[in-house]
């Protein structure tokens, strides 16, 4: 079945890229995403990728797809404590069908002053 | 323009009632999807609905049913409930034309099951 792996925790200081890395396992991945999601609050569609892509580029955001080795990454450049938040990586596949999202289990951002 | 909307945003419950979430998709989307997010886990796929029918299903027990409205609303209803299901449960909503890709989320109903 589909996995979707990310490292759970990330650190970084304010202005410094930040780099999450999410891993995934269903090689018919069509569409696959970045969610951001602030302490009690829903998911935020941050940006996404179509399978037949490498790399998107959206303001700070940069999104790097290696399909080969099923590897996902969000790049957020300048980053700000505005950034901080879980960050989730999500696909979509053929095998599930009709738009339905498998996530990780997201990757927490502190980005410190 | 509205985005998804969910009600109530917090609920509490004690075990062995039933509850039910209601959902507002996003002006233009027929398509909803109810998402559980469990403290410190990635959202899972509960149901989407479409045209007022459930046409996909995760890994959820019976328990777990819905609704869709000819309005494209949607709700969400567990039955005889386990203290397991507290959780964040989430709302998506989408086009099933053009851009269906794209899945908008509601803030979502935390539930507590005391």
């Known amino acids: 079945g589909e996995d979707v792996e990310q490292s759970l925790f990330l650190s970084v200081r304010e202005g410094d890229s930040s780099v999450i890395n999410c891993t995934y396992t269903?090689?018919?991945?069509?569409?696959l995403y970045w969610y951001k999601q602030e302490p009690g609050a829903g998911l935020q569609l941050l940006t996404y990728?179509?399978?037949?892509?490498d790399m998107k580029q959206d303001q700070r955001l940069t999104v790097l797809l290696n399909k080969k080795d099923k590897h996902l990454s969000l790049r957020i450049a300048d980053t700000q404590t505005g950034d901080s938040a879980i960050y989730f990586c999500a696909e979509i596949s053929m095998n599930s069908g009709y738009s339905t999202l498998t996530f990780g289990k997201g990757t927490m951002l502190l980005v410190s002053p | 323009d509205a985005g998804v909307t969910q009600s109530p945003t917090h609920l509490i419950k004690t075990r062995g009632q039933q509850v039910t979430l209601r959902c507002s998709p996003k002006s233009g989307h027929d398509t909803v999807s109810w998402y559980q997010q469990a403290l410190g886990q990635g959202p899972q796929f509960i149901f989407q609905?479409?045209?007022?029918?459930?046409?996909q299903r995760g890994n959820f027990p019976d328990r777990f049913s819905g609704h869709q409205f000819p309005n494209y609303s949607s709700e969400l209803n567990v039955n005889a409930l386990l203290l397991g299901d507290s959780a964040l449960y989430l709302c998506?909503?989408?086009?099933?034309?053009?851009?269906?890709?794209?899945?908008?989320f509601g803030s979502g109903t935390q539930l507590s099951v005391l």
């Open positions: 609905y479409y045209e007022e029918e459930e046409r």
């Open positions: 998506a909503s989408s086009a099933s034309t053009g851009q269906g890709e794209k899945l908008f």
């Open positions: 990728i179509f399978s037949n892509m």
């Open positions: 269903d090689s018919s991945s069509t569409y």
